[in-house]
């Protein structure tokens, strides 16, 4: 495993970090074979870029963009004809001698963040509202069996996701 973290604040309050992470994730089965694990994406890279504006002595206005890249998520094949002969309308059956054999697309995912922050003698309060996968990228989180259309599908993880949030600090 490899793993690089660089990170430096500028003194006007520009603000970067850039995360990289190359990895294997194995595990050996009962069966005395050693296979990849869910997890084993192989590689993660991060960066952050941020600004903070100064509007007053005590009120601050922060802007974030958080860029993601990873391999992409390990699984295990399906058995279509297991699948659709076996079991109730949501059976999905997979080749478990071939577990996490297949990977998917890369993942890609950004997000934006605005936030205010006001700073008093005791206290500092932080309003953010926060743009989760901005570009609505669509990746996989897994695959099913499915028996009505009698196809393997994909089911993908959130697409934009807009969310508020509010700190306090004391």
Do not use: C, H
């Amino acid at each position: 495993m490899f793993a690089f973290d660089a990170g430096i604040r500028y003194s006007k309050g520009y603000y970067y970090l850039f995360t990289a992470s190359l990895f294997e994730s194995k595990y050996t089965g009962s069966d005395g074979v050693e296979r990849n694990t869910a997890f084993n994406g192989n590689y993660v890279f991060n960066t952050l870029v941020g600004k903070e504006f100064k509007l007053s002595e005590d009120k601050s206005l922060v802007l974030d963009v958080k860029v993601t890249f990873a391999g992409g998520k390990r699984y295990t094949p399906i058995d279509e004809v297991a699948s659709l002969t076996q079991g109730g309308n949501f059976t999905t059956v997979y080749f478990e001698n071939q577990a996490y054999s297949k990977q998917f697309e890369p993942y890609l995912k950004a997000d934006v963040k605005i936030g205010f922050k006001l700073d008093r003698k005791k206290i500092t309060q932080e309003w953010q509202f926060f743009i989760e996968n901005v570009t609505n990228q669509k990746n996989v989180l897994m695959q099913s069996y499915s028996k009505s259309k009698q196809a393997i599908v994909n089911t993908y993880q959130l697409g934009i996701f807009p969310m508020m949030q509010y700190k306090l600090y004391f």
